[in-house]
């Protein structure tokens, strides 16, 4: 019996030590995985077109191709049409985007008005043409600034193989947009504060996905970039006053309540999301606990990211840091949105080829490539929603490597 035992406690040990250290992830495995997940990303993304199209524009079960994307597009022509206040009228809004592509099932109009100005020139083509530069403006967008990274056949195969990214494609969604705006202002932060707080402003279309920047800059004296991003936000919230009028920020803030009741009660919606917030509330937890769950783990998270931007160290672990602890910061985050977590992956690998990969640092980088399918699935068919606890032990990772490597390194540009 205690040969068993100790044949067993040897055995995990060994497999521990296989997964801290990582060292089967070389080079040449990675670029055969990333090949075989490009492939199986291309065979989706076919399959789920078929599906989207199975009825002209329509799926059979109502949904559209580009489903999210017909939600900008819609947005763009009724505030072209000077109509915008209408869009936060849900059975007027659902009933004109019916009269674009046929009989969609129900959605609402999540986005403040700033989104409608970013997204206005959509409004200048048909739908496909629409669909088709949005696409490839996004693409195009992503890859370049991952290029800046990595590399470029790094950054295509990245793109093409990664989850996060064909979900957002098939879907038609704003990820890569984010991604580019949040990563991009970052890359220019050193170089360019003023430009990377223009990105950072134009964020605010999403602005839970910018809720910890403040803390990022304040911590790290970004004051340029900072003054940058508050005068770009307010420039978009005058131009859309004067665009659109006062009335669909009237909506729009009828409509976050909307918003918050489906976060809180739509159980179907949980497993495509990967927040604390919903994790505790797929977990059982009642809302009151959720919230002070999530509460608990957004203050955390903007602690990790004071302390790590205010040391020395390396810019790649400041930016990896930042991105991941939005996840765990905001208690809205979708799928889509962890297109940005490839660019965290790609600063926390170089800054790992550079000084030498930590343990577990491996492990971490292959994680944030391969969300969300790695935790979506098991969220939906068995209800564990691992997302944040993956998450967690990444950011503690990062803030471990702030601490012991805390050797200041130039940006990339």
Sequence with gaps: MSDNT????????????????????????????????????LYLLVAGYRFYTARGLIA???????????????????????????????????AY???????????IYAYPPIFLLLSLPLALLSYTPALVVWTLLGLAAAIWLLWRLVGWLPALMVIAAAPASAYNLLLGNNGYFTAALLSGGLMLLERRPLLAGVCFGCLSYKPQMGLLLPFALAADG????????????????????????????????????VSRSVLQSDAALW????????????????????????IASSVLAAVAVVAVWRRPGAFEVKAATVIVATFLATPYGWTYDAVVLIFAAAWLGREGMRSGFLPWERLAILALLLFPIMTVPLAMLAGLPLAPAVLWLVLLLLVRRAVER????????
Excluded at 68 to 78: E, K, P, Q, S, W
Excluded at 102 to 107: E, I, N, S
Excluded at 271 to 291: D, E, H, I, K, N
Aim: proline share 5%.
């Design 6 to 41: 100790s044949s067993a406690k040897a055995s995990l040990r060994s497999t521990i030590d296989l997964l801290r250290d990582a060292r089967w992830l070389t080079r040449k495995r990675l670029v055969v995985w990333g090949w075989v997940l490009v492939a199986a990303s």
């Design 60 to 94: 059979p079960d109502g949904r559209g191709v580009g489903q999210d994307f017909l939600n900008y597009y819609a947005g763009a022509r009724v505030a072209a049409g000077g109509h915008a206040a209408l869009l936060y009228d849900y059975h007027w809004f659902l």
């Design 97 to 107: 985007e019916r009269s674009l592509v046929g009989p969609v099932t129900p959605r």
């Design 222 to 257: 970004r004051w340029r970039a900072m003054a940058a991003a508050a005068a770009t936000c307010g420039v978009l919230v005058l131009a859309t006053l004067a665009l659109f009028g006062a009335a669909p920020w009237v909506g729009f803030i009828h409509q976050m309540a």
């Design 271 to 294: 497993s495509l999301m990967l927040t604390v917030f919903v994790a505790a509330r797929q977990l059982g937890a009642p809302l009151g606990l959720a919230y002070a769950v999530q």
């Design 406 to 413: 805390p050797v200041a390194l130039p940006v990339a540009a």
